[in-house]
Structures are given as structure tokens and as C-alpha cells.
């Protein structure tokens, strides 16, 4: 028998919603399932929330240091569950964009519910059963819960609750300084919390080199962000006025940590159960989805896309990934994801943004590179926004091809995308300096960066031949 749909859609978050969408603008009977709301992660807990809060927070701040830049003004008032009012405010206002009502009207078929697969080609949901030629599965992923002793018996708060929060937090112990935890702690600070934020890496924001996460942890530690790093925490509890950590420190000291509130942010988990994947056909590898580089699944007609397929759990990665999936599924055209030139940042103030390589992973993956930095204190535009913490670095091959970029920094998240352009494209680091940049501007840096390499690239025999050849009579 004929499938019912050419696309059936299990997930309706940002990859699930640009699968479905897009293949119904393509002309494809699309079917779209979701156990929630449509909008997932990104609009209900995830970026919008989490961006909404942090404009609040750079709010308050601005006011709190307007001094600095010769603007008297009183202290701020900061109010969270107002600003958690204002969350919810800014979500409401981008929920129509992901409505059932706007996805019904491209012409998707919206069910609602969560189902599983009966075999190779059937998704069984509240009864019906959906048959289509191919299946996207997009389910996303949700925090992944450290094993810490009596976590289960003490409140906690995850990205899910954050954003519900209609109370005063007067002090957030954050476990987790990566993106999210370093954000949340930010935020929370600047709107009024104490905050400590625990981790059991050396670092904060662990993925990123040493010198530019030092940058942001700096930033944190002068508004009053305290971090116990190399910590593990043994143990969990509630407390009269809240909850308390047990944890060990580097030296091995034990202590005791309290908070009014706990958020949970060390890393997320697929969301892959209960989905009928054996009866599919789909194959798991070390707890995640196989996937070929069409982001096919064992199952040759089911596909996988956003946080559930990995490795980059952002929105702008599921948006792309969608897209490879739409290419591949409807059109058959070998199309694969992209794996190199992939951006991300984290919207603390400083930013970190990066593309490609770091310098460390260069080194540890044994990579034959050099690296180059520039920091904003030698920018003119940093200097006159008052934006001079930053840095700006570049790693490339021996011969000169861009391996990866990163910028810690004021707009570290609009620069990077310079660099993007230019590993997609191949272009090299000479495009980069060659191109004029409008003075003045932040964005003088990926131009200010690359002459580094370039002078670098300048030999001392080079130099020996310039001077003989063209008389010139300096050092
Ligand atoms: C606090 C926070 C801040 C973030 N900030 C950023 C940011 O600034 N920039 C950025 O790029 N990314 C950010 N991210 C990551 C981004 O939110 C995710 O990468 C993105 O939402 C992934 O989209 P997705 O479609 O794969 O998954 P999701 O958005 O999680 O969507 C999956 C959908 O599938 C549904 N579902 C799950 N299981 C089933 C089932 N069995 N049946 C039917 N439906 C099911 C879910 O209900 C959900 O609606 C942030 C994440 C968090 C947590």
C-alpha cells in the first residue's frame, strides 16, 4: 500500500519545525508529531528565554555602571520576577511564528502525542497510525541529571523550570560552567541573586582555551560571581532555606555549599526512549543515534536531525542539519552536513564565540598549526565603548588555511561569522586582511588578526630580499 505522507516529522522543535515546513513549501505531504508544543527547546526553554533574561540583566548592568562612562544615574532596581515576567512576555510574542495554527495552514498535518515506531515504515500515535516514505526523528534532548546521593530528594532547578520561576532567587548555586551554567549565572547575578557556580572542570567553559574562558570567568568574578572549580560534588540535600551541597575541593577539603536554589546545567542527554527504534531498525552507538554523514540512520529512510542526532546541540546546527535532511530525503541528492565550519557562542558579556579548531584541540589532536592573537585593547572601537577586555584568535595550518577562529569579546557572536564565510569558502588569511573593514569598528579585528599571520608569514630572509630589492633602509 501507498504511504500516506512522503515525510513524517517526530519532533516539532527548530529542526523538526524547518523539516516540516520546508518540505511542505517543497510540495510534500509532510506529517509532523509532538508530544508538547510545537517550538521545542529553543522558544519554550532554551535560547529565547534565556537570551529574554540576559537583556534584562545587560540592562541592569548598564545602569549600574553608567558612571563609568559619565552618565550619573542610581542604582538599578533589578526585579526577577518581573524580568521572568518579561521572559514569558517575549516567548508569547514568537509562539505564533511556531503555532500549530501557522504550520496547519502550510499545509502539515499537526498530531499531537508522543508514539513509537511498530515496525520499518509505521509510526503508531493516539491510535493512528502514520505511514510515510521517509521518517525524521527530531526529538531533541533534555538536561542530562548527574548521580549525585539525595539530588532525587532535593529541589533542583533545569533550563525546563528556570524560566517558570515567579519568586526572588537571593542565592542560585549553579552546578555546571559550561554555555548555559556561565549564562544563567551572569544573568542571575546581574539582576540581584548570589550566585556560585560549581564545576568539577579547572576551567570555566571547559570546551574553550584556556586564555579567552579566563577572559569571560574574570568578567564574572568582578560582578560578584563566585566559582568553585574542580569540585566535586558528593552530595545533596534540602535545607531550611533552600537546599546544600557537599562537595570535595582540588586539595581534597570537603565543605558545605548553600542556596536558596539549585540549577542543574552539566550537559544534556537525546531523547531517544520509548520510540520503537529496535522495531525501526534504528541502531544505536554508545547511547546515541548512528548516523552516516546524510544523517541517515540505520534505517535507510529514517533520518535523524537537531540536538537528537548531534554533535553540536544548537539551533542554528538543527536548522542546517534540516535542511541536509530535506536535500537528502525528498530529492535524494547526496548532500552531507557540515562538520567543519560550524559556529557557536556563549552569550555571557564578554561573548566567546568560536568556528573550527581551538588552539588546544589543535595541539591534542596532534594537528600541525600555528596560532595568532589580538586583543581589544588595541582596538580603537573597543577602547571607545569601553569594551576592552577581549581577544581575537586565529589557528592555521603551517601554509596558512584557517583551521578555526575564536573572539572573546564585546559582539564576539556577529564577528565570528566572518570566519565562517571564509573556511566554508576556502578563502585564505590575505582575503581576510585584504579586505577593507569600516573604521571604526569591532569587526576591525578579524582584518587586524589576520595580519598578524601575514606578518608573521614574513621571513627574516623575506624581509632581507624586500629591503634589497626595493632600498629600503629600516630595521
Ligand atoms: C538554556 C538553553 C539556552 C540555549 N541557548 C541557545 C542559543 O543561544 N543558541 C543556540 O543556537 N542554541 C541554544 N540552545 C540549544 C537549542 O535550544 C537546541 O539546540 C535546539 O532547541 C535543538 O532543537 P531540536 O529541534 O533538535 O530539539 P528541541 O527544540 O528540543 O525539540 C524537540 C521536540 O521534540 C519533542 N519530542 C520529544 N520526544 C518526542 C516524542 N517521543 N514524540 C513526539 N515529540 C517529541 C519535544 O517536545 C520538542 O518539542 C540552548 C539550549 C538551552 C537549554
Redesign the pocket.
Given at each position: 500500500m501507498k504511504p500516506e505522507f512522503d515525510l513524517c516529522v517526530?519532533?516539532?522543535?527548530?529542526?523538526?519545525l524547518v523539516v516540516a515546513a520546508g518540505g511542505a513549501g517543497l510540495g510534500a505531504k509532510v506529517a509532523l508529531?509532538?508530544?508538547?508544543?510545537?517550538?521545542?527547546?529553543?522558544l519554550w526553554?532554551?535560547?529565547v528565554p534565556?537570551?529574554a533574561l540576559l537583556h534584562s540583566a545587560k540592562v541592569a548592568h548598564t545602569v549600574r555602571t553608567a558612571r563609568r562612562a559619565a552618565v550619573g544615574a542610581d542604582e538599578p532596581e533589578p526585579d526577577l520576577p518581573a524580568a521572568m515576567a518579561r521572559v514569558r512576555a517575549v516567548i508569547q510574542t514568537l509562539e505564533p511564528h511556531d503555532s500549530p495554527a501557522r504550520f496547519r495552514g502550510l499545509g502539515v498535518e499537526v498530531v499531537f502525542g508522543?508514539?513509537r515506531f511498530i515496525d520499518s515504515g509505521r509510526f503508531e500515535v493516539e491510535g493512528r497510525t502514520l505511514t510515510a516514505k521517509r521518517f525524521v526523528i527530531?526529538?531533541?534532548?533534555r538536561p542530562a541529571l548527574p548521580p549525585i546521593p539525595g539530588l532525587g530528594l532535593t529541589p533542583f532547578l533545569t533550563?525546563e523550570t528556570l524560566f517558570e520561576l515567579r519568586e526572588p532567587v537571593p542565592r542560585l548555586v549553579i552546578l555546571g560552567a559550561g554555555p548555559?551554567g556561565m549564562?544563567m549565572a551572569q544573568a542571575f547575578r546581574r539582576l540581584g541573586s548570589e550566585v556560585e557556580v560549581l564545576d568539577s572542570a579547572e576551567q570555566a567553559l571547559p570546551k574553550e582555551d584556556r586564555d579567552l574562558s579566563a577572559l569571560v570567568e574574570r568578567q564574572l568574578v568582578e560582578e560578584g560571581v563566585r566559582f568553585s572549580l574542580g569540585c566535586e560534588a558528593l552530595e545533596a540535600a534540602p535545607a531550611p532555606n533552600g537546599i546544600r551541597l557537599t562537595v570535595r575541593g582540588p586539595t581534597g577539603a570537603q565543605r558545605g555549599i548553600e542556596g536558596s536554589h539549585l540549577l542543574i546545567a552539566v550537559g544534556r542527554k537525546p531523547?531517544l526512549e520509548?520510540?520503537g527504534l529496535d522495531a525501526a531498525g534504528v541502531a544505536l552507538e554508545n547511547g546515541r543515534l548512528a548516523l552516516d554523514a546524510r544523517l541517515r540512520t540505520a534505517n535507510r529512510r529514517i533520518y535523524a536531525?537537531?540536538?537528537?542526532a548531534g554533535p553540536f546541540?544548537?539551533?542554528?546546527t538543527?536548522e542546517h542539519q534540516a535542511g541536509v535532511v530535506l536535500k537528502n530525503a525528498l530529492f535524494h541528492l547526496p548532500v552531507r552536513a557540515e562538520t567543519r565550519a560550524v559556529p557557536?557562542c556563549t552569550?555571557t558579556d564578554p561573548e566567546l564565540a568560536r568556528v573550527g579548531l581551538s588552539e588546544r584541540e589543535a595541539a591534542e589532536r596532534g594537528v600541525p598549526h600555528r596560532a595568532y592573537g589580538f586583543d581589544f585593547e588595541n582596538l580603537d572601537r573597543a577602547v571607545t565603548d569601553d569594551a576592552a577586555r577581549g581577544r581575537a584568535k586565529l589557528v592555521t595550518s603551517p601554509r596558512g588555511t584557517i583551521l578555526g577562529a575564536a573572539i572573546a569579546g564585546a559582539g564576539a557572536g556577529e564577528l565570528i561569522h566572518e570566519y565562517v564565510l571564509a573556511m566554508r569558502h576556502k578563502l585564505k588569511v590575505s582575503d581576510l586582511a585584504g579586505a577593507i573593514h569600516v573604521y571604526p569598528t569591532l569587526a576591525q579585528v578579524n582584518r587586524r588578526l589576520a595580519e598578524q599571520r601575514l606578518k608573521a608569514g614574513l621571513t627574516p630572509a623575506a624581509k632581507r630580499w624586500l629591503k634589497r630589492i626595493f632600498g629600503l633602509r629600516g630595521n
Open positions: 517526530i519532533g516539532g522543535g527548530s529542526a523538526g508529531v509532538e508530544k508538547r508544543a510545537l517550538g521545542g527547546d529553543c526553554t532554551g535560547c534565556s537570551k508522543a508514539g527530531a526529538t531533541g534532548s533550563n548555559i549564562e531523547n520509548d520510540l536531525c537537531g540536538d537528537v546541540l544548537f539551533t542554528h538543527a557557536w552569550f
